[in-house]
């Protein structure tokens, strides 16, 4: 049994009863303690109290009898990162790639002097603005390092409210308060930002990070697209643009849901036309994009269902064409694209920079090959993702394809292999590149191969 933990047990008075006594008016005690967010009091018996946790559900001692445990084992708990849920949500707490979030946040802690101790090496920082309901804009920055023990930690380090009107130097304002606040000046490794900035904007960051960081590529480790968002926004264009097909689909999935008797119908139908598909009916989530992707395979797979349930239920509205149909198998092909790498992003605790190139690099070709397909339906569901998705390798390639270099798997066999594939015969100048900016990060230096890598940079490379 739950009990209120305000709740304010009335006295007890043993021995002879006194009329005249006024008993004094209780108060209600609030408990302070930073753990009662996580915890509940449940009582077990008779005078045995415990607290448990509202994540996990595991309980812990918190009194018997007038023995009162304390809190100290309750805020190891949590803070320490013994509870797993908690723990699962600090090491993945990354922007959805199928949603945008209403917030932004992650471990947050005050600025303290122990913090640059327990990081060793650099920090990369990450750059959201989230907007309250009453359009007030927060820029909040993400640090994220890896200490002596080889572990990631990932803290919210910085909160600061947008100046209004709005600023293009906010976002740098923001960074350089941040690495005063946190004395961690010239630890800064890149950044990263999760929302569209102007030009103004980006070179702002892009000056300061050259400022703050001038010994790692002259300061141009700058990415101002992150995969995740970039996923989530290329797959709801590509949906809008074919939004009334999907309403369709949409459509004669819910006729079929809303009713038990039409759903056993069409499962008849299914097993009559001996259709091979294993999908099941599901109506998606309009605000997640990957709920509206698998209903749109799952009806694909069964549209010869639709097309009979067409002539055998009258009350069943006209569903989509077979252009329609073909529409929607094409957009499930590359849609599937974003899809798989999607949940690459979620299936790891701790997703690496290195696995990102490999679901990058066959996105940039398959799109890249769509876009210039002679078949127009497929181009035209192609290029305006193929265009989008193109910002984000611009942006990118760079570190990805040092990032998985530095694997010993790969090293430069998987870049060499797969810029081959992409830029053909001008391939040997993109792997230069990556090569040159390999030996720069490892020797630190300045001097005029800094130039080289900011014309790298901010390179326009060819599709």
Partial sequence: MLVNMEMQLEPVYLGMQSHNVETPPSKRRKKKSMVWEHFTIETVGVGCRRACCKQCKQSFAYSTGSKVAGTSHLKR???????????????QDLLSPFSAPSKVGGDSAAPTTDTPKRMPGRICLTL???????????VFVTGQFV????????KLLNVVMEPYPESDSAFSHAVSACLSDWNIEGRL???TINQPLSEIGIDSLRNLLSEKNPSILSGQLLLDH???????GIAEEALTACQETVKKVRDCVKYVKTSELLEEKFLELKQQLQVPSMKTLALDDQTRWNTTYEMLLAASELKEVFSCLDTSDPDYSKGPTTEEWKQVENMCTYLKLLFDTANLLTSSTVPTTNNFFHEAWKIQLELARAATSEDAAIANIAKPMQVSFDKYWKSCCLMLAIAVVMDPRFKMKLVEFSFTKIYGDEAATYINFVDEGIHQLFLEGGGDSGEMMK???KMEFPI
Avoid: M
């Fill in 455 to 457: 014309a790298l940079v």
């Fill in 128 to 138: 959201d603005l989230w907007n309250s309901c009453q359009t007030t804009g927060y």
């Fill in 226 to 232: 992150c995969l995740a968002r970039s996923l989530s």
């Fill in 147 to 154: 200490d002596s023990e080889w572990k990631i930690h990932r």
């Fill in 77 to 91: 708990h949590i803070a320490k990162g013994s509870c797993p849920v908690v723990l699962r949500n600090q090491q």
């Fill in 189 to 191: 490794f890149s950044l």
